[in-house]
């Protein structure tokens, strides 16, 4: 018989017929609940006879120290002890002297005002219309003099107390205003005066005479210790014989040096590009009489650019090095020869103090109070603002933060530079050495 199967046997099953294949029982998940029941009853017993398993390992580790004593001193694989670190070198380390405090420049401040505010104030007002006191009314001798409580008003011509009494409320709150800043400036009278003078010019020439800036609106003048103006800045004009107030004209410029005059002790202490920012700042304020608002300046600062770079957008800076580095001579020459720079100088001024004022830090200022604090208590001012304004940047990183700080609040700026001197760090004074622990 043939072992062969016959050729039937190895045909594919038919497709229609089905096919069952058995399988068998599912496969059965382990089931490792058991061992985790054997570590965790491990775990429990070595907890619980932790002391004895403790006990009984010491009692090991001494009968293998008894029974081999030199095995620690001569391990067989030849691990020498290390030998003791030789003591450290003490190397003298130099340590920055403070900055000089010079006594002779220490400001006394006597303010005739009252406080500063802790905080910017949303806006300041005088109450009322100032008090007038008529001094002298002299026709022969073109001497009259008027008097309100802060201010005495000296003119070649008579204007009256009702006149005075108007136009002098631009002068009471430009001295509240400076004095409630949180910058704590304490304006007081020039040496030897109980109220800050203004000197009042019936003519542009008579003004121009005396030391008047061709062209300006007023100036405070430090060699008088008086602010100058034509009366007609003020708004005050001869009709007639008679004279009549015109409320229409622009009070930026009087304001602004009126800010100077404020800030009189100041001036010797503080670098251009602060003194006029400051003054400026003040002056881009809204002002309706007797009355300054202060909140929301970063809308009046995009009005005060357009009206000094009207083509400008974005507004152009001068950069930063240059503009801290610039001397006063610097920057009179640009204003009384090249109006264009002269705009621009003021512009940055103005952008510089409003960051260091609102977007420097945490926004309060606080670099800045610091900054006159220390002026204040007779230390140079190029190293109180190394110390405070600068705070361990170089002049480049801040020029980088200011440009940033102004984008934030979608106020992109270009840098125009023009040569000149740039800003440097104060010389370090000698060093002293100190020896580390």
């Known amino acids: ?38 570590l965790v009853a491990v775990f429990a017993l070595t907890w619980f006879y ?15 120290r008894q029974a081999f004593p030199s095995a620690e001193a001569k391990p067989s694989f030849g691990v020498s002890k290390p030998r003791p670190l030789p003591p450290p070198v003490v190397k003298p380390l130099e340590v920055e002297a403070p900055a000089p405090v010079d006594e002779s420049k220490k400001m006394v401040l006597k303010s005739i005002g009252p406080p500063a505010r802790s905080t910017m104030p949303p806006s300041v007002a005088i ?38 009494r108007t136009f002098s409320r631009i002068f009471e709150a430009t001295f509240l205003v400076n004095c409630l800043l949180p910058f704590d400036y304490r304006p ?14 019936s003519s542009d020439f008579n003004y121009f005479a005396e030391g008047g800036m061709p062209g300006s609106a007023g100036a405070y ?24 107030l015109d409320r229409s004209g622009a009070t930026e410029v009087l304001i602004h ?52 770079q009207p083509f400008g957008n974005p507004p152009d800076i001068r950069s930063i090095p240059e503009l801290m580095g610039m001397s006063p001579q610097t920057w009179n020459e640009a204003v009384s020869s090249i109006p264009k720079v002269a705009n621009m100088n003021y512009s940055s001024a103005t952008m510089l103090v409003y960051y260091f004022y609102h977007l420097d830090g945490r ?23 190394e110390k405070h304004l600068l705070r361990d940047r170089s002049i480049e990183v801040l020029e980088a933060d200011v440009l940033n700080a102004f984008l934030k609040i979608h106020l992109p700026l270009g840098v125009i530079q ?14 002293a050495t100190a020896t580390s622990p």
């Open 221 to 244: 003048s430090r060699t008088h210790a008086a602010l100058l103006a034509p009366i007609s800045s003020i708004g005050v004009k001869t009709v007639n014989d008679r004279m009549q």
């Open 188 to 201: 007081s009278p020039e040496e030897g005066r109980e109220r800050f003078v203004a000197r009042l010019f």
């Open 257 to 308: 040096e009126i800010t100077h005059q404020m800030m009189n002790p100041w001036l010797a202490h503080l670098p251009m590009w602060f003194s006029e920012g400051a003054a400026e700042y003040v002056a881009m304020a809204d002002y309706v009489h007797g009355k300054f608002v202060l909140n929301q300046m970063d809308i009046r600062l995009r009005t005060y650019l357009k009206r000094r």
């Open 418 to 431: 023009r040569g000149g001197n740039r800003w440097r760090p104060a010389p370090r004074a000698a060093s």
């Open 127 to 164: 109450e009322g219309t100032p008090e007038v006191t008529v001094v002298v009314e002299d026709p022969a001798a073109k001497k009259f003099i008027y008097r309100t409580p802060h201010y005495e008003f000296q003119t070649d011509v008579m204007v009256g107390a009702d006149a005075v």
């Open 50 to 64: 932790r002391a004895e398993i403790r006990t009984a390992g010491s009692a090991i580790q001494t009968s293998f």
């Open 363 to 385: 926004g309060d200022g606080a670099g800045v109070k610091a900054y006159l604090r220390a002026i204040e208590a007779g230390t140079p001012e190029v190293n109180a603002a």
């Open 1 to 38: 018989m043939s072992s062969e199967l016959p050729r039937s046997a190895y045909r594919r099953p038919s497709p229609s017929v089905p096919q069952v294949i058995e399988l068998g029982p599912p496969p059965q998940k382990s089931r490792r609940w058991g061992r985790w029941l054997v």
